[in-house]
């Protein structure tokens, strides 16, 4: 049988199904493809919206940043590549919505940075802390304690206890401190000058990183050293506290600008001179607002200390590379799979009740 062209354009099932049924099958695919976008949608509350986080060159804060990046990308977000400035510029990146988010909030050290850049009328920084129980101070090797009893840094100001710290000959102790622009510089210059130290500490200042390799050549020599950490770091690591160095205790509290009414003294009785600070995950107010599913995950995500400070110290010992630190995140992930997937799943919840 010879069939018109017409005829043959109608596939065998339209020649069969009557209109009304055909009408009915067709509002039932609209309505799986509605429920199947609803789904996406619900899975991916992020999808087709940039995210951009920043954090200062400290290598070391690279971690914890793509921990929440993966948990953002794995609602939808499209996370763009890392920026780096130093504190001051990131807090007022982020006021200004130039930038999205930052893990690096200390809290209370970084105090007059959030204030200064708008403080909580810019900055979105609910529950956490992301970060928990970190740790500063100043530290020397426990040889050099143990012999001359030195517990407290206000015995530097004994020019023969200070001269025994001297690495440079003008018969100073020389301090590994912070970097200029870092929250604790402006801490540890105020203490210098409260506990009587500017005519017998230099604090030197710089790179970091490279101020610390000579520390701890130093020690390795069996010389004397005096220097300013924090946790979480892979430092404290290698110069186990307790064993290879101890912490020096401070006379009084003394903190400058906003946290300057703080006690300083741990339950303990210690006294490092900086308080227990919590690391937090602040983000600009205006995109929180906008994306219950982001301000849900900045909320609710915790990394434990530990975990960070390992990750450092692989760092240190040879696995610092992009690449590498992509392979640790990975792990971590993996290694606390349900409670990521716990975050997103908060977070869709969120995202739905909106």
Request: charged letters at 15%; proline letters at 6%.
């Amino acid at each position: 049988m010879h069939l018109t062209d017409q005829t043959a354009s109608k596939s065998p099932l339209s020649l069969r199904v009557p209109p009304r049924l055909r009408q009915a099958l067709a509002a039932c695919a609209a309505t799986a493809l509605c429920m199947a976008a609803s789904h996406a949608s619900e899975m991916q509350p992020g999808q087709g919206i940039a995210v951009q986080p920043i954090q200062t060159s400290v290598p070391e804060e690279t971690f914890q940043t793509l921990i929440v990046a993966r948990a953002l990308e794995a609602l939808g977000y499209t996370v763009k590549p890392i920026q780096e400035a130093d504190y001051a510029a990131a807090y007022l990146a982020l006021a200004n919505g130039d930038v999205t988010f930052t893990t690096i909030n200390w809290k209370p050290l970084h105090d007059d940075f959030y204030a200064n850049a708008g403080g909580d009328a810019k900055f979105y920084r609910v529950g956490g802390p992301y970060v928990a129980n970190a740790l500063q101070g100043y530290l020397i090797d426990k040889k050099t304690a143990d012999a001359h009893n030195i517990r407290s840094i206000d015995q530097l100001k004994d020019p023969a206890i200070a001269k025994l710290f001297d690495a440079n000959g003008d018969g100073k102790a020389d301090l590994t401190g912070c970097n200029p622009g870092w929250g604790c510089e402006p801490v540890v210059e105020h203490q210098l000058d409260a506990y009587g130290l500017r005519e017998t500490v230099q604090h030197n200042q710089g790179n970091y990183a490279a101020l610390i390799a000579d520390t701890i050549t130093r020690y390795e020599q069996g010389q004397p050293i005096l220097y300013y950490t924090w946790t979480p770091y892979w430092v404290s690591g290698v110069l186990k506290p307790g064993e290879d160095v101890v912490w020096l205790q401070v006379p009084f509290s003394a903190m400058p600008g906003a946290q300057q009414d703080i006690d300083t003294q741990l339950p303990s009785g210690d006294n490092y001179g900086f308080p227990v600070n919590a690391m937090h995950i602040v983000a600009n107010r205006a995109f929180a607002q906008a994306n219950p599913a982001a301000a849900k995950l900045f909320e609710i995500m915790q990394v434990p200390i530990g975990d960070i400070s390992a990750q450092n110290l692989r760092m240190q010992q040879g696995e610092g590379s992009r690449n590498d630190i992509e392979r640790h995140v990975d792990a971590w992930i993996s290694a606390n799979q349900a409670t990521f997937d716990g975050w997103l799943a908060q977070a869709r919840e969120a995202a739905h009740a909106q």
